[in-house]
């Protein structure tokens, strides 16, 4: 690091000087040296910029995205969420193109009767309801958004961008092998973690099973988008991104229910309806992070202990007992290719 001020960098330089010449402030010497001192900060912040630039755990994006291009890695752009809208009366036809807005955002009707978020990103993700239509849509009673179909992701983080740069020295990944497969699967639209199973129906043959980007099951528009990519047709000829040869199947990773039930002590003045919503919310935002783990792991373990610790963070909530998952007071392990989903929660 070069961190001299101009002042210091004077003093030095004055110091070179003899001292049988005249150096005060006002002087020739010192008027001639004050002007480069200057300018030599400026050359030493430019050399601190340009470390920080040059050490990918230190650079700015744009830093960290001129290095990721030497190692052939570019980042995941934001894409859009796909969602299931419905028309009333029913019947009725809607032109593709025809335009909708919503508190959060604008969309259009793509050419499979199905809405697209026009504006990139998770904020896709934030609504569903009633939109209405920006173009006229003659006979148009009610538009809903009923579910996301495809989510939206924001463009990958520096911080991803970091890790993936660095994970290029330990794995070298080419055409056909897991990693190729993981990398590629996790570029698409809508794909929050892949497992790829290999050689799992004879020779040639890879399972990718997927969930979306909440950690949950994949819808069927989300399989048929990566199945798209891959091998389209299913028989291994290179029509997709595989290799000739490869025969993919893309399926959805399964579910286990969570259930839970439990007897909720409450603080004076609260009733269990105060609470109920936001011990719901804090349960199902463990749960979601047990699923994040999902494809780095060979099976996941939903914790008794850390859903009871979950509920007693909610404010009102003093003491819980007689907790189950599934009606079992213990954890609950799930198969290798499913995904916790909560079920009921209950206070009995």
Request: with cysteine; aromatic share 6%; hydrophobic share 40%.
């Amino acid at each position: 690091m070069y961190s001299e001020d101009a002042e210091e960098i004077l003093e030095r330089m004055l110091n070179r000087v003899s001292d049988d010449k005249d150096k005060r402030e006002g002087s020739i010497i010192y008027d001639a040296l004050a002007p480069a001192a200057i300018e030599l900060e400026s050359i030493r912040a430019d050399l601190d910029d340009a470390e920080y630039e040059n050490d990918i755990d230190t650079a700015s994006r744009e830093g960290v995205i001129a290095k990721c291009a030497m190692r052939g890695i570019t980042p995941t752009p934001a894409t859009k969420a796909v969602l299931s809208v419905t028309f009333t009366p029913s019947g009725l036809t809607v032109a593709p193109g025809t335009r909708f807005n919503s508190e959060v955002g604008t969309y259009y009707l793509d050419f499979n009767g199905d809405l697209v978020c026009e504006q990139a990103g998770t904020v896709g993700n934030q609504y569903t309801g009633i939109v209405l239509p920006i173009d006229n849509v003659e006979g148009l009673e009610t538009a809903v958004i009923n579910s996301i179909l495809v989510y939206g992701k924001d463009e990958q983080s520096t911080e991803s961008l970091r890790e993936e740069y660095h994970n290029s020295f330990d794995s070298k990944a080419f055409g056909g092998n897991v990693p190729q497969y993981k990398e590629e699967v996790m570029k698409i639209a809508g794909v929050g973690g892949v497992k790829v199973v290999p050689v799992w129906n004879g020779a040639g043959t890879v399972k990718l099973v997927i969930v979306d980007t909440e950690f949950a099951p994949a819808t069927k528009r989300l399989v048929t988008n990566v199945q798209d990519v891959f091998d389209p047709t299913g028989t291994g000829r290179g029509d997709g991104l595989v290799p000739i040869g490869h025969v993919v199947t893309v399926v959805s990773a399964g579910s286990t229910t969570i259930d839970v039930s439990f007897k909720l002590t409450l603080d004076t003045g609260y009733t269990y309806d105060d609470v109920k919503d936001n011990v719901r919310s804090v349960i199902a935002t463990y749960i979601k992070n047990v699923a994040s783990g999902w494809d780095d792991s060979q099976t996941l373990i939903v914790r008794l202990a850390q859903v009871e610790a979950t509920v007693l963070t909610v404010k009102g909530v003093l003491d819980i007992s007689n907790a189950t998952l599934n009606g079992v007071a213990g954890n609950v392990t799930l198969d290798e290719f499913n995904v916790p989903v909560l079920g009921s929660v209950t206070n009995v």
